[in-house]
């Protein structure tokens, strides 16, 4: 089994859905992880709410510091923003680094209607993204 880390800056939006839905669509070929460069402490309740409303388990999901994988022995480490790409330490040789740049949701400003609209825009997208990866798009 293949260990994934999923970075983003706050870990409470986009690395908490990647891990999430990796764990779903690899099914079981990959151990799937997330935290954040600088740690909101807190998973965005839009984030829980669009995973609840995809039928994923969110319990246990927290918001991580990046210095809890540093020791981890990973196959892949994914930024899923630009600041986290920027924050990210050097991974030893063997570890497959990427860069997948999503929109920041918890940024987003609108109507709480419009913000939900939006966290479903990028779980889809995040959604479609480790589709392609997994070689299923």
């Known amino acids: 089994m293949k260990k994934i880390l999923f970075i983003c800056t706050g870990n409470s939006g986009r690395s908490i859905m990647a891990e999430v839905l990796m764990r ?16 909101t402490g807190v998973v965005n309740p ?4 669009t995973l609840k409303k995809h039928s994923h388990d969110t319990m246990g999901l927290r918001s991580k510091p990046l210095d809890e994988f540093l020791d981890e022995d990973l196959d892949i480490v994914v930024t899923v923003c630009d600041a986290a790409k920027e924050a990210c330490p050097v991974w030893p040789k063997k570890t497959l680094v990427l860069h997948w740049s999503f929109e920041d949701p918890a940024a987003f400003e609108g109507t709480e209607e419009e913000k939900r609209a939006f966290f479903e825009k990028i779980y889809r997208q995040i959604e479609e993204k480790i589709g392609e990866f997994l070689g299923g798009g």
């Open 24 to 39: 779903h669509l690899g099914k079981g070929e990959y151990q799937a992880f997330s935290a954040g460069a600088v740690p």
């Open 46 to 49: 839009l984030t829980l709410q």
